[in-house]
């Protein structure tokens, strides 16, 4: 099967404000007051980590038939370590998350064998999981457009 390409297109707003945008479906980013923003909405650190939460319980449920788990019921807390000065800068100072951790909880009656089953499909499954922990390229083109270029108004 050939890959399937899945977009999101990215628009700044207001302060810190950023609006996302993916199937007709959107989505606001910002960053809490301490930092900056005006707090209406999660930072890309808190959507990473609910992304990696979301596609873990997704996952699950596609899951758990094949390993014959009857899912009630199932959450995930993920919290991740971000040094705020590599964000800011600081030489030396990694930027990114150091380590994220995870703990899935399941509401179930079935097995615990089968329970342990469907966990390790999840962690070994998860696109979102396995994009974090393996290395990647990122590709990154710049494009700089003059504000007479665009005209009057700007959508996208």
Same mark, same amino acid.
């Given at each position: 099967m050939s890959a399937t390409?899945?977009?999101?297109?990215v628009r700044s707003m207001e302060?810190?404000?950023v609006e996302g945008k993916s199937r007709g479906l959107r989505v606001m980013f910002d960053?809490?007051?301490e930092l900056g923003g005006t707090?209406?909405?999660?930072n890309p650190i808190?959507?990473?980590?609910? #992304?990696?939460?979301?596609c873990q319980i997704i996952t699950a449920k596609m899951y758990a038939p094949?390993?014959?788990?009857?899912?009630?019921s199932m959450w995930v807390?993920?919290?991740?370590?971000?040094?705020?000065?590599?964000?800011?800068g600081v030489p030396d100072v990694k930027p990114g998350l150091q380590e994220i951790r995870c703990n899935m909880h399941f509401v179930t009656d079935s097995a615990e064998e089968q329970v342990i089953k469907l966990a390790e499909a999840v962690e070994n499954t998860c696109p979102v999981g396995d994009t974090l922990a393996s290395s990647m390229n990122v590709l990154v083109k710049?494009?700089?457009?003059?504000? #007479?270029?665009?005209?009057?108004?700007?959508?996208?």
């Open positions: 390409v899945f977009k999101g297109s302060g810190l404000r960053e809490p007051e707090n209406e909405g999660m808190e959507m990473l980590l609910n #992304a990696l939460g979301a094949k390993f014959g788990v009857e899912l009630r807390d993920v919290e991740g370590d971000l040094n705020i000065d590599g964000f800011k710049r494009h700089i457009r003059r504000s #007479a270029d665009l005209g009057e108004p700007y959508h996208f």
